[in-house]
């Protein structure tokens, strides 16, 4: 693989579910970010994290929990899905945390709650 | 609040040129980027300004001017693959991106 990965493409969820979304980078980047992109909206950082074994909230972080275990994945879990979590998530990583470094993105997650 | 603003949608002529502007309002400033991001993809990284002026990378130019909270996106020589939209993203005083809502720009021939 190169760049980054996500899973799965798209999936459509009952409300009350628990999903993780999966994400695995290559490139060695210390930092990982999850985004969620909704029509008319920016995107929004919901978590990230700067280094292996540290995690910080974004903007929209409730409902949603990560870990990071490894450098390489940033998984992303919703523990309970309700219809407002139905949205386009992408996964980024950048070099370092905190400079001007460029986000390199994965292809996305459609997640449609029901 | 934080707030970047950019025009929802823009059409232009193949081979023309157009710009696409950003003004935002944001906690701190530790630099402005711009993305492309064609329908159905991820967003791709264009440019990145942190000190006022232009910076020119081939057929696309940024402009940044930090005392007015403005930048803009100049596209030259516009070609059909150019149809995409356009992100304005801020990184705030925590180093996180704030992103505006994008411009869709359509081409046209």
């Known amino acids: 693989i190169a760049g980054i990965t996500q899973a799965p493409t798209s999936q459509i969820l009952a409300a009350g579910r628990r999903m993780t979304l999966r994400c695995t980078q290559d490139?060695?980047?210390?930092?990982m970010y999850w985004y969620r992109q909704d029509l008319g909206l920016g995107l929004r950082l919901i978590h990230y994290s700067n280094t292996a074994g540290t995690t910080g909230k974004g903007e929209v972080p409730d409902g949603y929990s990560v870990s990071r275990a490894n450098t390489d994945d940033f998984p992303l879990t919703l523990a309970s899905a309700v219809p407002s979590q139905t949205s386009v998530y992408f996964c980024?990583?950048?070099?370092?945390?905190?400079?001007?470094?460029?986000?390199?993105f994965g292809p996305g997650t459609r997640l449609t709650v029901l | 609040g934080q707030n970047i603003d950019q025009p929802t949608e823009m059409t232009a002529t193949e081979g023309a040129i157009v710009q696409i502007n950003c003004t935002y309002q944001?906690?701190?400033?530790?630099?402005l980027f711009w993305y492309q991001q064609h329908a159905g993809e991820a967003p791709t990284f264009l440019s990145y300004n942190v000190l006022d002026g232009l910076e020119e990378k081939g057929r696309f130019s940024s402009f940044l001017s930090r005392s007015k909270g403005y930048s803009y996106l100049l596209l030259k020589e516009l070609q059909m693959k150019d149809s995409a939209s356009y992100l304005c993203?801020?990184?705030?005083?925590?180093?996180?991106?704030?992103w505006g809502a994008g411009t869709k720009l359509i081409i046209k021939p």
């Open positions: 993203a801020v990184m705030d005083s925590n180093y996180q991106l704030i």
């Open positions: 944001t906690s701190g400033f530790n630099g």
């Open positions: 490139m060695r980047h210390n930092a």
């Open positions: 980024a990583s950048s070099e370092v945390y905190g400079v001007s470094d460029e986000q390199f």
